[in-house]
């Protein structure tokens, strides 16, 4: 028999929770759901359970977040028809994750009951659904024939979010009173609202310029969470953002020239419960944003679920508020921040030899 490693120990427990866990969460839901149960599921000890995770809430974001990432996607779409039809077929991604009538059995259907429980969690998934406005928003941006370059579709796109998130209530609340062909027609014709909307928004007059350095860097490699696939973590920005401030990370795609490439490390002081939600958002979203927009209407950016990236971005100790970032240019760090706007301050750094051209509404710093 061989034997198996601490590490290859603890990952097969792990797994064996998980599995446990969801067969618990299906049969039961969350709120009668027990540890002792799991832990008798997956013949381990309430120990066993708590060395792999925190407790019961952390354990089913961790399963969703599983579930999530495991669905197949339906196909990138290669062309859009404009964005009435985007936004149709994304609202029809959503709707079809949803418990539409009392039949329905669906293991998430407690998720946003257990987020509105806790303010310190709901500040969390706030910030995460202005990231999935934030990326829609930008999608939308790119189908415009002619685009503007101070046109943001930012607040179209929480409009969007606001209705679906209202269906799914209602779905879990009043099974088989939403009307899913409603609802997507209801986004729809979201495309066509004037919302007044552009970038850049006030504060960024005001934020602190980057400073310039010139520090080795390494490109390690990574998964970005939202494409699934791994990475180099090259020339670019690189945001490590508390989930306190991950709307932040729209200041630094639209500093930065188009190609350059952007990426977010989301960091929190409570890693092993909140970052299984950031999982969970994202793969939500990337099953939505698949079968509506081209691939690189969502390329940017980049979303890395990694501890040691932070830290080689100069995070050490990062907490909730957590803003860092760096520019990375030639393979070395050239430019770095680490106050409030700060993926602002280095996306619109001009590298030595570097453009000056850089995205929408951005100042351009030396």
């Given at each position: 028999m061989v034997r198996l490693s601490r590490a290859?120990?603890?990952?097969?427990?792990?797994?064996?929770?998980?599995?446990?866990?969801?067969?618990?969460?299906?049969?039961?839901?969350?709120?009668?759901?027990?540890?002792?149960?799991?832990?008798?599921?997956?013949?381990?000890?309430?120990?066993?359970?708590?060395?792999?995770?925190?407790?019961?809430?952390?354990?089913?974001?961790a399963v969703l977040a599983e579930a999530?990432?495991?669905?197949?996607?339906?196909?990138?779409?290669?062309?859009?028809?404009?964005?009435?039809?985007?936004?149709g077929a994304f609202a029809r991604a959503w709707v079809a994750r949803l418990p539409l009538t009392g039949t329905d059995e669906r293991i998430?259907?407690?998720?946003?009951?257990?987020?509105?429980?806790?303010?310190?969690?709901?500040?969390v998934f706030a910030q995460l659904t202005a990231v999935q406005a934030i990326l829609l928003g930008r999608?939308?941006?790119?189908?415009?024939?002619?685009?503007?370059?101070?046109?943001?579709?930012?607040?179209?796109?929480?409009g969007v979010l606001t209705t679906l998130h209202g269906a799914g209530q209602l779905a879990a609340a009043a099974p088989g009173f939403t009307d899913p062909f409603t609802v997507i027609r209801s986004c729809e014709r979201l495309a066509g609202v004037?919302?007044?909307?552009?970038?850049?928004?006030?504060?960024?007059?005001?934020?602190?310029?980057?400073?310039?350095?010139?520090?080795?860097?390494?490109a390690p490699t990574a998964l970005d969470s939202l494409r699934g696939e791994r990475i180099a973590v090259g020339d670019g920005v690189v945001a490590v953002l508390g989930l306190h401030r991950?709307?932040?990370?729209?200041?630094?795609?639209?500093?930065?020239?188009?190609?350059v490439p952007v990426t977010l490390v989301p960091v929190t002081a409570e890693p092993a419960e909140l970052l299984p939600l950031v999982r969970l958002a994202v793969a939500e979203l990337r099953a939505c944003l698949s079968p509506?927009?081209?691939?690189?209407?969502?390329?940017?950016?980049?979303?890395?679920?990694?501890?040691?990236?932070?830290v080689a971005a100069g995070a050490v100790d990062p907490h909730d508020d957590t803003e860092v970032a760096i520019?990375?240019?030639?393979?070395?760090?050239?430019?770095?921040?680490?106050?409030?706007?700060?993926?602002?301050?280095?996306?619109?750094?001009?590298?030595?030899?570097?453009?000056?051209?850089?995205?929408n509404g951005a100042r351009a710093t030396r």
């Amino acid at each position: 028999m061989v034997r198996l490693s601490r590490a290859q120990q603890q990952e097969r427990n792990r797994a064996r929770v998980l599995t446990a866990a969801r067969e618990e969460f299906t049969e039961r839901g969350f709120r009668d759901a027990r540890i002792d149960r799991i832990a008798d599921r997956a013949d381990l000890t309430r120990g066993a359970v708590y060395s792999n995770f925190p407790g019961k809430r952390a354990l089913y974001f961790a399963v969703l977040a599983e579930a999530a990432e495991r669905e197949p996607l339906t196909g990138a779409a290669d062309s859009v028809d404009g964005a009435v039809r985007a936004l149709g077929a994304f609202a029809r991604a959503w709707v079809a994750r949803l418990p539409l009538t009392g039949t329905d059995e669906r293991i998430g259907a407690e998720l946003m009951a257990e987020v509105s429980a806790d303010p310190r969690v709901s500040r969390v998934f706030a910030q995460l659904t202005a990231v999935q406005a934030i990326l829609l928003g930008r999608a939308l941006e790119s189908l415009d024939t002619a685009p503007d370059p101070g046109l943001r579709r930012v607040r179209v796109a929480e409009g969007v979010l606001t209705t679906l998130h209202g269906a799914g209530q209602l779905a879990a609340a009043a099974p088989g009173f939403t009307d899913p062909f409603t609802v997507i027609r209801s986004c729809e014709r979201l495309a066509g609202v004037d919302l007044a909307d552009a970038w850049p928004l006030p504060h960024i007059a005001h934020v602190p310029h980057a400073r310039p350095v010139g520090e080795p860097w390494s490109a390690p490699t990574a998964l970005d969470s939202l494409r699934g696939e791994r990475i180099a973590v090259g020339d670019g920005v690189v945001a490590v953002l508390g989930l306190h401030r991950l709307e932040a990370v729209e200041e630094g795609l639209r500093a930065v020239p188009e190609g350059v490439p952007v990426t977010l490390v989301p960091v929190t002081a409570e890693p092993a419960e909140l970052l299984p939600l950031v999982r969970l958002a994202v793969a939500e979203l990337r099953a939505c944003l698949s079968p509506s927009f081209p691939a690189d209407a969502w390329a940017r950016p980049r979303i890395v679920l990694d501890p040691g990236l932070a830290v080689a971005a100069g995070a050490v100790d990062p907490h909730d508020d957590t803003e860092v970032a760096i520019r990375v240019h030639g393979g070395r760090i050239v430019a770095r921040s680490e106050e409030r706007g700060a993926a602002h301050a280095v996306g619109a750094f001009v590298p030595p030899g570097g453009s000056r051209s850089v995205g929408n509404g951005a100042r351009a710093t030396r």
